[in-house]
């Protein structure tokens, strides 16, 4: 007795599978193996399937970019796919280009870098990008870029007041504006790492996190030996509880220690770039 006939899968049925198989034929770089399966599997895949089983797959549909958007704002991550996907791409060209001139994708010799836009400004991001053959693994899982930066650039001005403070020998207002400055900037390394609850305002969870963060060799030893000695400071330098001094070589090494937590704390930032989509 023979098989009954199968029947045809669907278009959409037939798009998904040619999308899977044409993942599965391309190149993957060795090291980006395991995130691109992890990546497939719980992300773009379910997307692919989801879609197909909404009739939102289109004919000869075939996977050239993926991505998943990590929202702060979000309950679930958003998966994009194809001409949804939007980002920068810094690129390796062959040949000379002007600027300005289109790229075309059989010019593209490597992506050395993919960021996201100031539409996703406090996203992280995954990002899967299919130049020929070979698929780029490009992600960035720190959030909340903006709001670090605005952070960052407060900082600044408290340990603006703080030079200020120090030049005129006004040591108390120094300790005060300088404590306050590192502790946006511990506050700042945290939050944009995922450790820290932007809206939190305490000041002993910053501490406590930052030093378990410092701990972990997360971030430099000094940054957080100067917010410890600075909260220890403070109280005896703002409200006069007990006799204190600083002598001006302390505050001043102090005080570069500050200014070189807010070089590390602006290099750290993700990039957003503005583009203006259609």
């Given amino acids: 007795m023979s098989d009954a006939p199968q029947e045809p899968p669907s278009e959409e049925n037939q798009a998904a599978q040619d999308a899977e198989q044409t993942a599965e034929r391309d190149t993957v770089p060795p090291q980006g193996k395991v995130l691109w399966e992890q990546a497939w599997a719980n992300w773009v895949s379910p997307e692919i399937e989801a879609r197909r089983e909404m009739g939102r797959l289109p004919a000869g549909f075939e996977l050239r970019a993926a991505q998943i958007i990590f929202s702060p704002d979000a309950e679930a991550p958003a998966v994009r796919l194809n001409e949804e996907v939007v980002a920068v791409a810094r690129v390796k060209i062959e040949g000379p280009i002007e600027k300005g001139q289109a790229i075309f994708e059989n010019q593209i010799q490597d992506i050395e870098s993919v960021d996201l836009t100031d539409s996703d400004s406090d996203s992280g991001h995954f990002t899967l990008l299919r130049v020929q053959d070979h698929w780029h693994i490009a992600f960035d899982f720190r959030r909340y870029a903006t709001h670090v930066a605005q952070m960052v650039k407060l900082a600044g001005q408290f340990l603006d007041t703080a030079t200020q403070a120090l030049a005129s020998d006004s040591v108390p207002a120094f300790v005060d504006n300088l404590f306050s400055a590192v502790e946006l900037l511990a506050k700042a390394q945290l939050v944009l790492n995922g450790g820290h609850d932007p809206g939190s305002r305490k000041h002993s969870a910053i501490h406590s996190y930052f030093n378990m963060w410092g701990k972990l060799g997360n971030t430099r030893t000094e940054y957080v030996r100067l917010l410890n000695d600075l909260a220890k ?10 006799a204190f001094t600083l002598s001006h070589s302390d505050a001043a090494a102090m005080l570069a220690v500050g200014r070189d ?3 590390d704390m602006l290099a750290q930032i ?9």
């Fill in 270 to 278: 993700p990039p957003r770039h503005h583009v203006e989509l259609p």
């Fill in 261 to 263: 937590f807010q070089e």
């Fill in 233 to 242: 400071m403070r109280p005896k330098a703002r409200y006069m509880v007990d």
